[in-house]
């Protein structure tokens, strides 16, 4: 299990477009990601409702997790919210 933490650099945070991007990187790899906030919150990383839900805001820190299979996906999502 991958499990890494990124710093929320988005400037208006994990708003609809970023979080649409997040959502179909998680639905094309097939891979189950979660990702959670400092709070335990968490959300799967293929369904928008849920990530919008979590409200990560800039400066925000999230945990993603995902299958030691998924390492570029992460790489790709770090890359997308940091």
Known sequence: MIRKEVVIRVPEGLHARPAA??????IESGERVLVRRTDGKEALGSSMLAILT???KKGEI???EAPDSAETLVENLIALLG
């Open 54 to 56: 979590l409200g990560l």
């Open 62 to 64: 999230a945990t993603i």
């Open 21 to 26: 991007e997040f959502v179909r990187l998680c």
